[in-house]
């Protein structure tokens, strides 16, 4: 099946390059390494909605954009935090170390494990972590937030949207920060970024953190939190090559390590659960990009990642131990080439990536048991198209693409897995979109998409057998199909350049089928079925504001504001209709802004999140229970001491609100950071 895709793939660019003429005066004006030159550069670029660079505001499909600035004014140590802060998102965060994965408009994501429903990648391709933790905040130049499916594009995992972390590529002369932060909880942290030119040919960027918070957190009812210290440690490089004019090949690598990560378990069970993890994370990619017959830009990236975690159970009545063991590691190549004539655009395109998860699993008493899920691998070959026509004088813009998936599914020999059986399986799925943008003046315009996705089943949820450590038989099914949804969405925008005032509301409607789900067949005896089916009604909207322009002033200032509202958000399963889990019904981002340009600049920001139904794992019988809203107040306040040297004062949780985003673990009350730079 591989050479099929690879001959067909292969055939798709020689026919794209024999079909559409060469254009030479328009080659003229594209450069592989710089903004295209019929785009103004004034306007905010962006990749992810069509693995090309365009402009933001030709794109049908919604996108969030959260530049530099805005992480940098974010209040919080890690990704999570910079997600749920200006993005109206659901999260799943942990307290202490536990960084988390994110849900977009209602479409409910995994916390454990490779499959996910939201996609996350660096600079496009794949991050191959299970959590946003090894995510240093100093190397993002921004973050994109692709909003619906996007599954014609990436493949599985994309059902929700794709959040895209572009990284820092600097250039010119080498500048370099230093960082020292103190804070609430004992906490500290110190880190180091640097990058610009070697030589006129030759760039890169390195960088490089920890963080360390030595005492538990205490929570916003003024009780400490036991067990929620932790220690990480990242470090960051990449080094870019201008082979000529046309071509680049550029290398980077990341590496992440957290150590003595406390996880207290549901506050309910006290201390009767708490674990301790040591976690890994390292990967890396290479990317070759440039320009073959002038018009065609061409992309190969090759990458890798791995990730280890490693358990210590400190459960009441026994001897801390080590429980369990898990093992993640990713390889891919991505291949694709952008056909460019007069201003529209088609790229082709062919993915490939291979997913191997391994585990261990131990008694109290040290022995070796086999592990909660088989030893597996999910390997995926898939070819794509996507394409950008311009009309009307750029006043209707239409998008369209496909993508072909051939997967395999394998559970692999487990040791110490009680009956277990290994067995491989393959299905194909095929998910194609389409977008349309009609700009009907300079202030007004209408967008509209429609798409499919799936997400791929577990691999034991299809091949294998075995019995788990209560003694009851699980089986996969063979005959089980992927998740698939079909998403449509329409919104109207209104921009004002003289005023500062930008506006999008936004319609979207998902309908979800053959979810997986476990199901008794009889006594002990648990198979898979498509059993499920969900529907999600909500409205999207985003706001900003800068009246400075507007005012003539010399500072300035912004409001912001974005919010998501769930109409609907129900799934039914064997055991009948209920809400979905994990999601809130209402979720919304207001902030404003200021910056004098000289020596001060400060942001407040509330972030409000509604009620959502939960599971309670604590209690027998694990009934469902509502978590109730809250709204959380932060205050982010900087001064320029000198030209190159900078204080920033945060607060988090201002008001000191008891929340949690996971019921069962309230996360920090008010808590104060310190922190200054040195740049030179």
């Not at 026919?15 to 030479?24: D, E, G, V």
């Not at 280890?308 to 429980?323: D, H, S, W």
């Not at 788990?468 to 099914?477: C, H, K, L, Y």
């Not at 200021?594 to 509604?610: K, L, S, V």
């Amino acid at each position: 099946m591989s050479k099929y895709l690879l001959m067909g793939v292969v055939a798709l660019y020689l026919s794209i390059f024999h079909i559409f003429p060469l254009n030479m005066a328009m080659a003229e004006k594209i450069s592989n390494f710089e903004k295209i030159k019929y785009l103004s550069p004034m306007e905010e670029m962006v990749v992810t909605a069509t693995r090309t660079m365009e402009k933001k505001s030709f794109l049908p499909q919604v996108m969030d954009v959260i530049s530099k600035k805005e992480i940098k004014r974010t209040v919080g140590n890690d990704l999570t935090e910079v997600l749920k802060k200006n993005s109206s998102l659901d999260v799943y965060e942990y307290p202490g170390g536990y960084s988390g994965t994110i849900s977009i408009r209602g479409v409910r994501s995994d916390y454990w494990g490779t499959n996910k429903h939201c996609a996350i990648l660096i600079d496009g391709r794949p991050m191959g972590s299970t959590t946003l933790a090894p995510i240093d905040k100093n190397i993002i130049e921004r973050v994109e937030i692709l909003k619906g499916p996007a599954s014609s594009l990436y493949g599985s995992d994309a059902m929700g949207g794709v959040v895209n972390i572009i990284t820092k590529q600097s250039k010119g002369k080498i500048k370099t920060s230093l960082g020292m932060e103190g804070g609430s909880f004992n906490t500290w942290s110190a880190d180091m970024v640097s990058g610009g030119n070697i030589t006129d040919q030759l760039n890169f960027n390195i960088s490089g953190s920890t963080r360390q918070q030595n005492d538990d957190i205490r929570m916003g009812n003024e009780h400490d939190r036991d067990h929620t210290s932790f220690k990480n440690y990242k470090g960051n490089a990449g080094f870019g090559l201008d082979i000529n004019s046309q071509w680049r090949l550029a290398i980077k690598g990341n590496w992440f390590a957290g150590r003595d990560i406390k996880h207290p378990g549901d506050i309910d069970l006290g201390i009767a659960k708490q674990k301790t993890r040591d976690f890994d994370q390292y990967g890396g990619d290479l990317k070759l990009s440039g320009i073959i017959a002038q018009n065609n830009e061409i992309d190969l990236t090759i990458y890798t990642s791995s990730e280890e975690n490693k358990y210590f159970y400190e459960f009441t009545g026994t001897t801390p131990y080590k429980g369990s063991w898990n093992h993640y590691n990713w390889v891919g190549a991505q291949l694709q080439g952008t056909h460019r004539w007069n201003i529209h655009s088609l790229t082709l395109g062919f993915d490939y990536q291979k997913i191997d998860e391994k585990g261990k699993s131990w008694k109290s008493n040290g022995t070796r048991k086999g592990p909660w899920r088989p030893d597996n691998e999910r390997k995926t070959m898939s070819i794509f198209t996507q394409s950008m026509l311009k009309f009307v004088d750029d006043h209707l813009i239409l998008t369209a693409g496909g993508r072909y998936n051939f997967i395999e599914l394998k559970t692999l020999y487990t040791p110490y897995k009680t009956g277990f059986t290994p067995k491989s399986e393959t299905f194909n799925a095929f998910n194609p979109s389409t977008g349309l943008k009609f700009i009907i003046s300079p202030q007004w315009q209408v967008h509209s998409t429609i798409g499919t996705a799936f997400v791929a089943p577990k691999p034991e949820q299809v091949a294998g057998i075995w019995v788990n450590s209560w003694g009851s038989t699980i089986a996969g099914n063979s005959n089980l199909d992927p998740e698939t949804s079909i998403t449509w969405d329409a919104g109207i925008s209104y921009i004002r350049d003289d005023l500062g005032l930008s506006c999008d509301l936004t319609y979207f409607k998902t309908d979800i089928d053959d979810k997986v789900e476990k199901i008794k067949v009889r006594n002990k005896y648990y198979t898979y079925e498509n059993a499920d089916t969900a529907q999600i009604r909500g409205l999207e909207g985003d706001f900003s504001f800068a009246p400075g322009q507007l005012l003539n002033l010399n500072s300035s200032i912004k409001f912001f504001a974005n919010f998501t509202i769930l109409l609907k958000a129900e799934e039914k399963l064997s055991t009948g209709q209920r809400d979905i889990r994990n999601i809130a019904d209402r979720k919304a981002n207001i902030g404003m802004e200021y910056d004098d340009g000289h020596f001060f600049n400060g942001c407040i920001m509330a972030r409000y999140t509604g009620k959502k139904k939960d599971t309670d794992w604590a209690v027998k019988g694990s009934p469902e229970v509502e978590n109730p809203c809250f709204t959380v107040v932060d205050i982010s306040l900087g001064l320029h001491i000198t030209e190159n040297q900078h204080i920033k004062f945060q607060i988090d949780n201002v008001f000191d609100k008891y929340y949690y985003e996971n019921k069962g673990y309230p996360l920090p009350g008010r808590s104060f950071f310190l922190k200054y730079t040195i740049d030179f």
